[in-house]
C-alpha cells in the first residue's frame, strides 16, 4: 500500500542524511569520457533524475530545483553558490544511459545499499502486478494514421533533404499535407474516406518509388521515417499492378497483421496497440515487484525490486521467468511470490519450485469448457486419461483415437486428445458431450504433471486456508496507484521502449525513496478506505 505524504523538502534532506552519497561517479565511468572539461558529475545527475520523478517535474522544472532549493543543493552536496546546470544535460545522461547499456544500474545500486543496510534481502514474499501506460502520441485512426505517417515522412525529407523532396514532391502534396491531419476535418461518408485513404495510399507509393529509384541518394532510404512510411504500407494496404495500371486498397480486418507487430503511431513505432477488460490503449506496460513481508515481523518497508517494461501486447505470463532471473541475479529471489491469474501457468507452478526455489502462489483460470460454465454435461473431470496408452476414455468406456503433443498459443506445452467421428456420431448421450456435427469430442490438456497440479490448485484456491495466504497480493494494487498519482506513469514522457523502460526505472527508485523516508519516519502503511455503503454490509 502507499504511505501518507510528507511534507515537501524533507525528502531529499533525509535521503542525504541516511544514505549519504547513494552513485558514485565510478560506476557510470564507461558512459562518460575521462578527457576535457570535466562535467556535471554523473552520480548527481542519477539523483537529480531520481528527484524529478519522486516529484513529477520536468527537466526544466528539475534543472530549476538544484539552482534555487537549498534542500537539494544539500542533497547532491553543493555549494549555495553553486550555479546548477542546464537542462539539457539531463537529456545526454539519459541519453549516455541507455548507449551504454546502464539503464538498469541506478536501481541495482539502491538496492546494493538497502540490502547492506537490511532494508531488502532474499527469502520472505514479493508480489508482481502491471498496469498500462499510454504512449507520448496522439491515438489516431486508421485513415488519420496513414495520413500522418506520409506527412511526417514528407516532414522528416524536408528537413534532411530539402533540394530533393523540392524537385521529386508532387506539387499538390505541399497543400494536400502542409498541416496535420487533425487540423482539418476528415470527410463523413464512407466512399469519401475511402477514395481519400486511396489517395494517400498512391501518393505513398510515388514517394517510396521515388525515394528507392536509383537517381535519388542512397542515404535518403536510412532516414527512420522511410522505413516506417514502408512498412505501415505493407501493413495497412494491398497493391495489385496489372498493363500498367495499379489498383490499392485498404487491407481487410482479418488481413492485418497481428497487433504485436502493427505500427500504431509514425510517431513511437514501438508502441502496439492492446485491449484488456475492456481499456483499450496505444503503448507499454510496466510490471512492477515488490517486498511485501509484513513490516512489523520483518523491520523492513515494502520495496520494490524489479520494474519490466514491455510493449502494450506482450502476454503478462511471459515476463514472470524474466523476474524470477533478474531477482537472482541480484540476490533477492523471494521464497514465495504472489502472482494474479494473468500470470501463472501449470508449467510455471511446476518448475518454479524445481528450479529456483520459489514457490509461486496465485489462481489458475477456471475451466471454461462449456460443460463446466452451464454445470451440465460431461466435463473433462469426466473423462479418464490413461498417460501410459496415451488415450482418453469417456464417460461411455469409449476411447480416443489422437493424441497430439504440441503447444498452445502462448508456446506452452499443450496435448490435444481428439475422439472419432465415427466413435461420437451415433452416440445416445453425444448432446452432453459435444455440439460439433462433423468432428467428435475434443480435450485439451496440460502434460500429466501439470494437469495434476492444475486440478490440485483448482481445488485449493476455494479454501479459506488458501484465500488468506493469497491475500497480501492485493496490496500491489496500492504500489500501482503511488507510480501513477506521484510519478505519473500512467503516460510516458519518452519515445521509444527502451526510454520508456528508463523513466520506470526511475520511477521504481523515486517510489523506494518516497517510502524510505515515511519508514524512517515512522509514517504507516495507509490503510484501506472503506466506503460507508460497504461498511453497512461489512457490520451486517
Not at 547492506?116 to 502486478?129: H, K
Not at 523540392?166 to 476535418?185: C, F, I, K, N, T
Not at 452451464?374 to 473433462?380: C, D, I
Amino acid at each position: 500500500m502507499a504511505q501518507a505524504a510528507f511534507p515537501k523538502g524533507c525528502l531529499a534532506m533525509r535521503i542525504r542524511d541516511a544514505l549519504g552519497s547513494l552513485f558514485p561517479d565510478e560506476e557510470f565511468r564507461e558512459a562518460f569520457g575521462v578527457r576535457g572539461r570535466p562535467g556535471v558529475s554523473p552520480g548527481r545527475l542519477a539523483l537529480v533524475s531520481i528527484l524529478q520523478f519522486a516529484e513529477n517535474l520536468t527537466d526544466r522544472q528539475a534543472a530549476h530545483a538544484v539552482r534555487a532549493r537549498i534542500d537539494v543543493k544539500y542533497l547532491l552536496g553543493l555549494e549555495l553558490t553553486d550555479p546548477g546546470f542546464d537542462h539539457t544535460v539531463l537529456t545526454g545522461f539519459r541519453d549516455r544511459l541507455l548507449t551504454h547499456g546502464l539503464e538498469e544500474r541506478i536501481l541495482d545500486l539502491l538496492l546494493e545499499r538497502l540490502a547492506r543496510m537490511g532494508l531488502v534481502a532474499s527469502g520472505g514474499r514479493q508480489r508482481t502486478d502491471s498496469t498500462h501506460v499510454l504512449a507520448a502520441v496522439r491515438a489516431l485512426n486508421r485513415l488519420e494514421f496513414v495520413g500522418e505517417t506520409l506527412r511526417a515522412t514528407l516532414e522528416a525529407l524536408a528537413a534532411a533533404a530539402p533540394e530533393w523532396i523540392r524537385v521529386s514532391m508532387d506539387p499538390l502534396w505541399q497543400e494536400r499535407y502542409g498541416a496535420r491531419v487533425d487540423a482539418y476535418r476528415l470527410p463523413t461518408d464512407e466512399q469519401e474516406r475511402r477514395e481519400l485513404a486511396r489517395q494517400i495510399a498512391v501518393d505513398g507509393y510515388r514517394l517510396l518509388e521515388a525515394v528507392f529509384a536509383s537517381a535519388a541518394p542512397a542515404w535518403i532510404r536510412q532516414v527512420p521515417a522511410v522505413g516506417v512510411l514502408r512498412t505501415v504500407w505493407v501493413q495497412q494496404f494491398t497493391r495489385t499492378i496489372n498493363d500498367g495500371e495499379q489498383e490499392v486498397a485498404w487491407r481487410g480486418k482479418d488481413d492485418l497483421p497481428p497487433s504485436r507487430v502493427l505500427i500504431a503511431s509514425p510517431y513511437d513505432p514501438e508502441a502496439r496497440y492492446a485491449k484488456k477488460r475492456g481499456s483499450a490503449w496505444v503503448g507499454y506496460k510496466i510490471h512492477l515487484s515488490e517486498s511485501c513481508d509484513d513490516p512489523a515481523e520483518s523491520q523492513r518497508p515494502h520495496l520494490i525490486t524489479e520494474v519490466i517494461t514491455t510493449d502494450a501486447t506482450v502476454n503478462d505470463a511471459m515476463v514472470v521467468d524474466e523476474v524470477h532471473n533478474r531477482l537472482a541475479d541480484k540476490k533477492l529471489l523471494p521464497a514465495e511470490h504472489l502472482l494474479d491469474a494473468g500470470y501463472t501457468s501449470a508449467e510455471l507452478l511446476v518448475t518454479a519450485p524445481v528450479a529456483l526455489g520459489v514457490s509461486v502462489v496465485g489462481p489458475v483460470r477456471s475451466n471454461n469448457t462449456r460443460q463446466s460454465v452451464e454445470k451440465s454435461g460431461f466435463g473433462k473431470t469426466a473423462f479418464s486419461i490413461d498417460w501410459q496408452a496415451k488415450q482418453a476414455i469417456c464417460p461411455t468406456g469409449a476411447t480416443s483415437r489422437y493424441w497430439t503433443q504440441g503447444v498452445d498459443n502462448n508456446g506452452r506445452d499443450a496435448i490435444r486428445i481428439r475422439f472419432a467421428t465415427a466413435t461420437c456420431a451415433p452416440c445416445p448421450v453425444r448432446d452432453q458431450c459435444t455440439r460439433s456435427t462433423q468432428y467428435g469430442r475434443q480435450l485439451t490438456v496440460r502434460p500429466q504433471e501439470q494437469d495434476a497440479l492444475l486440478e490440485r490448485v483448482r481445488a485449493e484456491q476455494s479454501t479459506d486456508e488458501w484465500k488468506d495466504r493469497y491475500a497480501a497480493r492485493a496490496g500491489v494494487e496500492g504500489t500501482v496507484h503511488q507510480a501513477v498519482a506521484a510519478t505519473g506513469v500512467r503516460r510516458t514522457r519518452y519515445i521509444g521502449l527502451a526510454k520508456t523502460h528508463l523513466a520506470h526505472v526511475f520511477t521504481a527508485a523515486a517510489v523506494n525513496l518516497i517510502r524510505l523516508d515515511a519508514w524512517w519516519n515512522d509514517i504507516p502503511l495507509a490503510r484501506t478506505r472503506t466506503s460507508r455503503l460497504a461498511a453497512l454490509g461489512l457490520a451486517a
